[in-house]
């Protein structure tokens, strides 16, 4: 009888790195999309209420930036909903009665309100009045929050499921109150929202000061770089806070992926918060070891003598402690740096009486460095969130083993490579697109042929 060979690498495994070089790369856009529709609004009304036209060369400018973003978004999310088929078959199988309309009400109530009001948005500005222009901005942004609402929605309910029954292997929606508002929605919700503002924040800081490290700002230019700043400096202590609170809700239903945050083998009391380790799965210990005594146990029960569940405890029902471990702490530390980096930032920029030709090179060579940093602490946090979740696709319900496809591992790995050279080449076009716009700002808003030139020195009502 001829041998079977088998791949030496698990097609599962595989599966999951390809869904999640797509999921890594949609999530990014829709993180800037989100906040960046509600400081659009922002800009406009402050247009509206001051006639200020440094406020609607802002508006135009980022118009642009976010029409580029939601096209990347719209693009990558089909790719990304295709692979429910493709790599998971069993998931829609089972789970289909929950996760369909979840998606179904995202497209329907979101997707569509966003992409029929971006038109007007777009290409109205003089040819409709000045409310109406806004009301459609307002819509714009509205969908983009709605299209998170129910995609974290369903994201909420595979981690913390509630409201189903399952009859006959499948799963079935008893009260769809208790499936939307499952028990970490409303953390994860608040928690993504607060990562998208962070996120725009700083691309709005950083583009600023690379103009005027380019010397290729405009009037609107320090307008928006205290915008970016004063909002990354307000809303850092609140995520922080929301962290915290969203960290004793995974303690409560997932303790076994704190146990893995934290590195954390043995059941104890006054756990160690450890700076760095390096967790060892298969030894089932820590290497190199720096820890501050009970820190843990302090901050995550508020109590520095509180119990926290070891990895054992949960053996063959655990996620992978190594990639959390440290992707927790690449997050937690992007965000002490974005923390530092604001506050030093506005301190220093309201010295210089917002005058942003007056700041520190070093400090607008930070910002410009750091543009993009809320990608790297949203990319890290959602590793944590998605990773935490295994070896369950619906966490304590359903095995992601057991619901993979049955496509063999070597056109998996064919399809994965194909990914992420498209991935990476469609990301180095878009931040090059980026640089040019902040670079050439007057050639961008030249192009912008919608805009008649009296609707730019005047308000049309």
């Known amino acids: 009888m001829p041998k079977v060979r088998t791949s030496p690498v698990d097609p599962v495994l595989l599966a999951r790195m390809q869904f999640a070089a797509n999921i890594s790369f949609h999530i990014l856009f829709p993180t800037i999309s989100i906040a960046l529709g509600w400081m659009l609004l922002f800009f406009r009304w402050r247009w509206l209420t001051t006639h200020d036209s440094a406020w609607l060369t802002a508006y135009r400018f980022w118009t642009k930036v976010f029409a580029l973003t939601f096209a990347l978004g719209v693009v990558s999310g089909i790719t990304m909903s ?12 089972q789970v289909g009665n929950v996760a369909g309309p979840l998606l179904a009400f995202e497209v329907l109530t979101a997707f569509f309100l966003e992409a029929g009001f971006l038109g007007i948005m777009l290409f109205g500005h003089g040819r409709v009045s000045e409310r109406v222009h806004l009301l459609a901005t307002f819509f714009v942004a509205f969908g983009t929050t709605l299209s998170a609402f129910w995609i974290l929605a369903l994201n909420s309910w595979m981690q913390t499921p509630a409201g189903h029954e ?19 929605f409303p953390y994860r919700l608040t928690h993504m929202v607060l990562a998208s503002a962070l996120t725009v924040a700083f691309l709005l800081a950083g583009i600023s000061a690379w103009q005027v490290l380019r010397g290729c700002c405009n009037a609107s230019t320090p307008k928006v770089l205290r915008v970016g700043l004063t909002l990354a400096a307000l809303l850092i202590p609140v995520q922080i806070f ?9 303690l409560q239903h997932q303790p076994q992926k704190i146990a893995a945050m934290e590195g954390v083998w043995q059941t104890q009391r006054g756990a160690p918060l450890l700076l760095f380790a390096l967790p060892d799965d298969q030894g089932r210990k820590n290497h190199f070891e720096i820890a501050i005594p009970k820190l843990a146990s302090l901050i995550l029960t508020h109590d520095a003598d509180g119990e926290i569940k070891g990895l054992d405890e949960f053996r063959d029902a655990h996620p992978p402690a190594l990639p959390l471990f440290l992707a927790f702490r690449a997050m937690v530390g992007m965000g002490v740096l974005m923390l530092l980096v604001s506050w030093a930032g506005w301190w220093l920029y309201r010295r210089s009486g917002w005058q942003a030709q007056r700041l520190p090179r070093w400090l607008l060579w930070g910002l410009a460095g750091m543009t993009f940093s809320g990608w790297v602490a949203t990319l890290a946090g959602w590793y944590v969130t998605e990773i935490g979740r295994q070896p369950y696709i619906v966490f304590g319900l359903l095995r992601t083993a057991d619901v993979a496809s049955a496509v063999p591992a070597p056109m998996i790995a064919l399809t994965l490579a194909i990914y992420v050279a498209m991935y990476l080449a469609l990301m180095v076009a878009y931040v090059a697109v980026i640089k040019y716009m902040a670079e050439k700002p007057g050639r961008v808003l030249d192009a912008d042929t919608d805009v008649p030139a009296a609707v730019v020195g005047g308000s049309r009502v």
Do not use: K
């Not at 295709?82 to 199988?93: C, K």
């Not at 399952?166 to 970490?184: E, K, L, M, T, Y």
């Open 82 to 93: 295709f692979q429910f088929g493709t790599n998971w078959p069993g998931y829609m199988e």
């Open 166 to 184: 399952v009859i006959a292997g499948q799963f079935h929606v008893r009260n769809w109150f208790d499936v939307v508002f499952n028990p970490s």
């Open 242 to 250: 929301v962290g915290d609170l969203h960290g004793l809700n995974t």
